[in-house]
């Protein structure tokens, strides 16, 4: 329901082509980035989906700036994940082989080494658009997360 919310909230806000200067106040993003690495963590959804909001509309981030330093930020944020994962799965019976904890090979295989290369493409179409266009895209793939996790797709029949 948050990641819905979040979606929403980024279409609707008025302020996000702003020129104000971005809020510099470390401690209060120390303090943000508990709850966000939590929710990360918890769900698995790497921490964009909380932290792009949160610097564009309350620190006053330019989007592209803020999505930059979000995917800085999971990739730190992931070794942690990773970590967590790999330890808490050890030793847990009925994982497929071959796993290291609750991380599946295969899949890691296939998902990192396509995400390495469609990552880079995706960075480069970003900063072909405004602003505004890449808060649309962002909203619209939060809305549509949003809506599936809530199960709103299971409950239509839709397969998508």
């Not at 930020?73 to 994982?95: D, F, P, W």
């Not at 960075?123 to 266009?133: D, E, M, S, Y």
């Not at 890449?134 to 299971?154: E, K, N, P, Q, T």
Request: aromatic share 12%; hydrophobic share 60%.
């Amino acid at each position: 329901m948050t990641v819905l919310a979040i979606g929403i909230r980024m279409i609707t806000t008025k302020s996000l082509a702003s020129v104000e200067e971005p809020r510099y106040n470390v401690p209060l993003w120390a303090a943000w980035a508990f709850p966000i690495s939590f929710m990360a963590g918890l769900v698995g959804v790497g921490g964009g989906i909380f932290m792009v909001p949160i610097m564009v509309l309350i620190f006053r981030f330019q989007m592209h700036l803020a999505v930059g330093t979000s995917a800085a930020t999971i990739a730190m944020m992931s070794i942690g994940g990773l970590a967590g994962y790999v330890v808490n799965g050890l030793g847990v019976i009925g994982i497929p082989s071959p796993s290291v904890g609750y991380v599946y090979i295969w899949a890691w295989l296939c998902l990192a080494g396509t995400s390495a290369i469609m990552t880079q493409m995706g960075v480069r179409i970003a900063h072909r658009l405004a602003a505004k266009q890449l808060v649309w895209i962002f909203s619209a793939a939060a809305i549509y997360v949003g809506l599936r996790m809530i199960g709103v797709f299971d409950w239509l029949g839709w397969p998508i």
